[in-house]
Each structure stands twice: as structure tokens, then as C-alpha cells.
Nanobody, 123 residues
């Protein structure tokens, strides 16, 4: 059974850094685009960053220059390094996997999801 499990969320002050991890199991994650999404209370889930099977990257404009996504196909893990965090980055962060979707950041195109990890940034 395909599973994604996020970890690393925490409460931090503005300007701080966090590193989120996502462990994939039960499927061949190297064949999937892997992405981070986030969802704040009362808002829709939005794409943060994605890495496809060729290693190409795409970031949402609101995180460019601050966040870095990376994948390790040998370890079946996905990482999101977040620097210069802002209060508006507060959200539940989800890991997603999509088959044959390239650099898509449309949540409806993702096949598998984790349960999420909470990031809270205080001012």
C-alpha cells in the first residue's frame, strides 16, 4: 500500500528555518513527481514546490529564493528546506506523489498524499 509520511513541522519565529521530510513506501517513488503543498485554515491547498522524475524543479512564486526542494530516490525521501520563514507560511504542509504529471502543482492530479505536518511561524 502506497504511503507518504511527513515529519519536521514545528513552531518557529519569523526569519527562522525548518526542514521537512517525506518518506515514501509501498510504491516506486522514483517514477513519480514529488511535491510539497500547503493548506492554511479556510484556504485551498496550494502547491509549494515540485521535483519531477528527471530532477527538474518548480517553485511557487511566494517561496522562490527561500525554499529548496530535493529528492533522494535511493532513500525514497523528499525534503523541503525552508529559510526566512514568514507568518504567512503558517499552514499544514503535505507531501504528494503524481504519476506522469511532470511539474504539475494541481492537487487534483496527485495520486498519493501524506497526512501532513504543521508549520507555525510567529511574528
Amino acid at each position: 500500500q502506497a504511503q507518504l509520511e511527513e515529519s519536521g513541522g514545528a513552531a518557529v519565529q519569523a526569519g527562522g528555518s525548518l526542514s521537512l521530510s517525506c518518506a515514501a513506501s509501498g510504491f516506486t517513488s522514483s517514477r513519480f513527481s514529488l511535491a510539497w503543498f500547503r493548506q492554511a485554515p479556510g484556504k485551498e491547498r496550494e502547491g509549494v514546490a515540485v521535483v519531477d522524475t528527471a530532477g527538474r524543479l518548480r517553485y511557487a512564486d511566494f517561496v522562490k529564493g527561500r525554499f529548496t526542494i530535493s529528492r533522494d530516490n535511493d532513500m525514497n525521501t523528499l525534503t523541503l528546506r525552508m529559510n526566512s520563514l514568514k507568518p504567512e507560511d503558517t499552514a499544514m504542509y503535505y507531501c504528494g506523489a503524481a504519476l506522469s504529471r511532470g511539474l504539475s502543482m494541481f492537487p487534483t492530479e496527485y495520486n498519493y498524499w501524506g497526512q501532513g505536518t504543521q508549520v507555525t511561524v510567529s511574528s
